[in-house]
């Protein structure tokens, strides 16, 4: 979820105080929103690959333009990803 959020920011224009506010609240649920220093960022991508949402070659994700507004994304690069992921491993 934190990896969508990221994403909703950079692609779909989803407010920075909107993802703060989510990420706020997932952090409150107890939820584990920073990557394990031990999983290696080729074994996330495999696994993105690998999940439903992965059709035909394209990384398709959910993200949101605003809170309660969310929509499947088919316009997600390897390099967001990337870039994803690194956010991931950044703490909170």
């Known amino acids: 979820?934190?990896?969508?959020?990221?994403?909703?920011?950079?692609?779909?224009?989803?407010?920075?105080?909107?993802?703060?506010?989510?990420?706020?609240?997932?952090?409150?649920l107890g939820l584990p929103?920073?990557?394990?220093?031990?999983?290696?960022t080729e074994t996330v991508l495999k696994k993105t690959a690998s999940d439903k949402k992965f059709q035909a070659g394209n990384i398709r994700f959910v993200l949101?333009?605003?809170v309660g507004n969310?929509?499947?994304?088919?316009d997600i690069t390897k390099d967001d990803m990337l870039e994803a992921i690194q956010e991931l491993r950044r703490p909170l």
């Open 64 to 66: 949101l333009k605003e």
């Open 33 to 40: 929103l920073v990557l394990d220093k031990n999983i290696a």
């Open 70 to 74: 969310a929509f499947v994304s088919a």
């Open 1 to 28: 979820m934190r990896a969508a959020l990221f994403l909703s920011v950079k692609k779909s224009g989803l407010s920075i105080q909107s993802a703060d506010f989510i990420l706020q609240t997932l952090n409150a």
